[in-house]
Every structure is written in structure tokens, then in C-alpha cells.
């Protein structure tokens, strides 16, 4: 007996079925989104919060550290990283450009290839 004929009667490949699931499954995927595109999403979005933090001045930023040491006991290694960072040359900083941070991703959408 073939596999066909021990199918039940109106049994058969039922294309527009299997495309269904198909479409339901991918739907289902892109709500789903990728950890590093998640990441990366945050991590953009930080860039972001911190070029208007610094907008605002040495105040905010210190009220922020001090807010996560406070918050997360972070003491000791706060008080390092900082340090270690206000030894920078600002002049060598500017000059390999990472005094500011990339620009933002674009995407054309719906344009020509």
C-alpha cells in the first residue's frame, strides 16, 4: 500500500494550507525580534539619551553617577572610571574622532535599488 492510498478519503496536500501556516509562521517570527538587534537598538538609544544629557551640562552627568552609585553601590569602581576617563588627552580624543559618536543608521525605504 502507498502512503497516498493509506491516507483517509479528502485527504491530500492542501497547498493554500501549508501556505497559510507559512505566512502565520513568519507573522509570528517578526514579532519576535533578534537579541542583537535588540541590543543594538539599546545601545543606540543610549547614545542617543547621553548626547542630550550632555547637552545639559558637568551638573547632570555628576547627578547621574552619583544617582547610580547610590542606586547600585557601585562606589570604588565609579570613582575609578571616571577618573581614568578625565585623564584622557581632549586634544588626541578629538583629533582619532571619538569625541562623538557615529552617525546615525539610515534606511531607505521603499526606494530603487
Given at each position: ?28 517570527a ?14 543606540l ?9 550632555h ?59
Amino acid at each position: 500500500m502507498s502512503p497516498e492510498t493509506a491516507r483517509p478519503a479528502g485527504w491530500g496536500p492542501n497547498r493554500a494550507g501549508l501556505d497559510d501556516l507559512r505566512v502565520a509562521a513568519e507573522s509570528e517570527a517578526s514579532l519576535i525580534q533578534n537579541p542583537s538587534h535588540t541590543q543594538a537598538q539599546r545601545r543606540l538609544r543610549r547614545q542617543r539619551h547621553v548626547e542630550q544629557i550632555h547637552r545639559l551640562g558637568a551638573r547632570v552627568i555628576f547627578e547621574l553617577v552619583d544617582e547610580l552609585d547610590r542606586h547600585h553601590g557601585l562606589g570604588d569602581d565609579l570613582d575609578r572610571r571616571p577618573e581614568r576617563y578625565a585623564a584622557l588627552d581632549d586634544r588626541l580624543v578629538a583629533a582619532v574622532g571619538a569625541d562623538r559618536f557615529l552617525a546615525s543608521p539610515q534606511r531607505v525605504v521603499g526606494g530603487q535599488p
